[in-house]
């Protein structure tokens, strides 16, 4: 079974850190393109960052630049989202998900398979 499984969220207070992962499982990453998404309630769902499947180029909304890091190991299938600064308006769930054809964008369409999302929570 094709999977990705989100983890590493939780509460953190206004100005902290928490390193979200992304595991796949049933397929290599190797291939694909990864996005990270994230969804407030009564908001669209958005890119926040995506890697290349080389890892060489990566592409970040403004709203996180300077502040989040993508990276990927893809000897161990997994994909990273570093957040540093967290603001209350991060609050969201995240979502990662894998592109094979995907040029590095964050259109949903592009994206083949999604996981469930991991809740993350910045409030004092």
């Known amino acids: 079974q094709l999977q990705l499984v989100e983890s590493g969220g939780g509460l953190v207070q206004p100005g902290g850190s928490l390193r979200l992962s992304c595991a796949a499982s049933?397929?290599?990453?190797?291939?694909?393109?990864i996005g990270w998404f994230r969804q407030a309630p009564g908001k669209e769902r958005e890119g926040v960052s995506c890697?290349?499947?080389?890892?060489?180029?990566?592409n970040y909304a403004d709203s996180v630049k300077g502040r989040f890091t993508i990276s990927r190991d893809n000897a161990k299938n997994t994909v990273y989202l570093q957040m540093n600064s967290l603001k209350p308006e991060d609050t969201a769930v995240y979502y990662c998900?894998?592109?094979?054809?995907?040029?590095?964008?964050?259109?949903?369409?592009?994206?083949?398979?999604w996981g469930q999302g991991t809740q993350v929570t910045v409030s004092s």
């Open positions: 998900a894998a592109g094979f054809s995907n040029s590095g964008t964050f259109e949903l369409s592009e994206y083949d398979y």
């Open positions: 049933g397929f290599t990453l190797d291939y694909y393109t």
């Open positions: 890697i290349s499947s080389s890892g060489s180029s990566t």
